[in-house]
Structures are given as C-alpha cells and as structure tokens.
Nanobody
Framework: QVQLVESGGGLVQAGGSLRLSCAASGRTSSGYAVAWFRQAPGKARQFLAAVGWSGEATAYADSVKGRFTISRDNAKNAVYLRMNSLRADDTAVYYC?????????????????WGQGTQVTVSS
C-alpha cells in the first residue's frame, strides 16, 4: 500500500502559479501511476492529469491542457502538478491518487489510494 500526502496549496491571485506536491510512502518500490484530481464545492471530483511510473505516459483533461504539467521524481517518491495561469474556477481541493496497475487513467474508479487533499484558492 502507498500512502499519499499533498502539499503546496494556498491562496494565489488569478494569473499566478502554484506547484503542488504529492509525497508517497509505504510500498513505493512497485510501479504505479499517479493522478491529480480536484473537487470544488458542490461539484463532482474532476480528473486533471495522470502520469505513469516511467514519467513518459501522461494524460490531461482538456480544461487544464497547456496550463498544468504533471511530473514525477521516483527517487524522491514524489509527483508534482505545476499550475500556471490560474483562474478563479481553479479553486478547489486538489487530491493525488495511486493506480497500482500503472495505468495513467482519467477514471476515478481506477485509483486505489488517495491523499487527504490540499486547498487551492484563486482570488480574482
């Protein structure tokens, strides 16, 4: 089992940038994919981006393509989400999640472990 802890959220002005981190612990030696999702108040959780174990396989939601970049550093057991050109509608709690089958899937049901989330608030 892999445990996840997100960090890096906070308050930022519209147009600004943030980098979120997802720190993994536990059985981190096995290959797994990691995804970022977010959930705004009153809305369903939304897929943002995913990356496979090697870092080469990535997937993005159309709404963030070109603004968000997912990356990982397996030596540090970390996955990152760089977010640029932030908008007020990016305000949400951001979660990372693990897929033990190493599939960079956009489907929430494909993910087996989740972090507690980090709040991102974008002021307009």
């Amino acid at each position: 089992q892999v445990q996840l802890v997100e960090s890096g959220g906070g308050l930022v002005q519209a147009g600004g940038s943030l980098r979120l981190s997802c720190a993994a612990s536990g059985r981190t030696s096995s290959g797994y994919a990691v995804a970022w999702f977010r959930q705004a108040p009153g809305k369903a959780r939304q897929f943002l981006a995913a990356v496979g174990w090697s870092g080469e396989a990535t997937a993005y939601a159309d709404s963030v393509k070109g603004r968000f970049t997912i990356s990982r550093d397996n030596a540090k057991n970390a996955v990152y989400l760089r977010m640029n050109s932030l908008r007020a509608d990016d305000t949400a709690v951001y979660y990372c999640a693990v897929n033990y089958s190493n599939r960079a899937s956009h489907l929430e049901a494909d993910y087996h472990s989740w972090g507690q989330g980090t709040q991102v608030t974008v002021s307009s």
